[in-house]
């Protein structure tokens, strides 16, 4: 059964409109400590457990479409993908860099910029950006090298070590 985004009634089939479908099997309690995201995710109604938002199909398809999850890791910069996991690996093997964030901020020009969040390693200095670019020059191609830095306490991560990168998003778009 699909329920329309504001919970009011079924979908019909073949409509475009987002709306929430009931998962089978075992659902997870919610995500731990974060109760704002296990709210907007995880769904009581009437009852019933939903989770995961989907896209119903035309009226002749017996399934629903999963919609996409947000794909921060990607980063599109002037049209060409960067992939966050890569820029990652090349600003954390920077010494003053204990573990970072790479995401992509809107940009006038480019549509994303490279943005690194990272927390230093204890004793550390900020690195300019201009260092961070020269020491991750050799390895990457340069519309991939970071155009800006937001130094943090901490870089958040789930409970099992993966990356947040809402919240890298968040903090960097704020930086501004």
Request: glycine share 8%.
């Amino acid at each position: 059964m699909l329920l329309k985004e504001d919970r009011s009634g079924e979908l019909e089939p073949g409509t475009e409109e987002t709306g929430w479908i009931t998962s089978t099997g075992d659902l997870c309690l919610g995500y731990m400590g974060d109760e704002e995201k296990t709210q907007a995710t995880f769904q009581t109604i009437h009852g019933k457990r939903y989770a995961d938002r989907r896209r119903p199909r035309p009226l002749h398809a017996r399934r629903a479409r999963a919609l996409p999850r947000a794909r921060l890791s990607c980063i599109n910069s002037g049209g060409e993908k960067i992939y966050a996991e890569e820029v990652e690996r090349i600003v954390k093997s920077h010494p003053a860099v204990y573990d970072a964030l790479v995401v992509g901020v809107p940009n006038e020009r480019w549509g994303q910029q490279v943005t690194a969040v990272m927390a230093l390693a204890p004793g550390s200095r900020a690195p300019a950006l201009d260092e961070l670019r020269a020491h991750c020059a050799p390895h990457l191609a340069d519309y991939k090298l970071p155009k800006g830095i937001v130094v943090v306490p901490e870089v958040v991560r789930s409970p099992n070590g993966k990356p947040d990168y809402e919240w890298a998003k968040r903090v960097a778009v704020a930086a501004g």
